[in-house]
Nanobody, 123 residues
């Protein structure tokens, strides 16, 4: 069983930055593929960024160059740095963990989810 506890988020003006954290327990990050998803009001949940158990990152086109995913193995925590935020980035952001072999951006493959955190970007 893997538990994910998120922190961070909040309200920021356009162009600002935030950092989200996702602390995992129950399994080490090197054995998990981790990802961040977001869901805006009235929209489907979408993949934002992910980091493989081996450490390689993947980003959606909409955030590439602005958001950065990283992890601290010693703290068993994954981070999402959100830079140059835009109003369209407003959403509930959730981290997720997948114990599968291959990394995927498909949310249905992720077994464990954090509680979600609101990110609101004002114009």
């Amino acid at each position: 069983q893997v538990e994910l506890v998120q922190s961070g988020g909040g309200l920021v003006q356009a162009g600002g930055s935030l950092r989200l954290s996702c602390a995992a327990s129950g399994r080490t990050l090197s054995g998990l593929h981790m990802a961040w998803f977001r869901q805006a009001p009235g929209k489907e949940r979408e993949f934002v960024a992910g980091i493989r158990g081996s450490g390689g990152p993947t980003y959606s086109d909409s955030v590439k160059g602005r958001f950065f995913i990283s992890r601290d193995i010693s703290k068993n925590t994954v981070f999402l740095q959100l830079n140059n935020l835009k109003p369209d980035d407003t959403a509930v952001y959730s981290c997720a963990a997948d114990q599968g072999v291959l990394f995927t951006t498909n949310e249905w493959r992720y077994d464990y989810w954090g509680q979600g955190t609101q990110v609101t970007v004002s114009s």
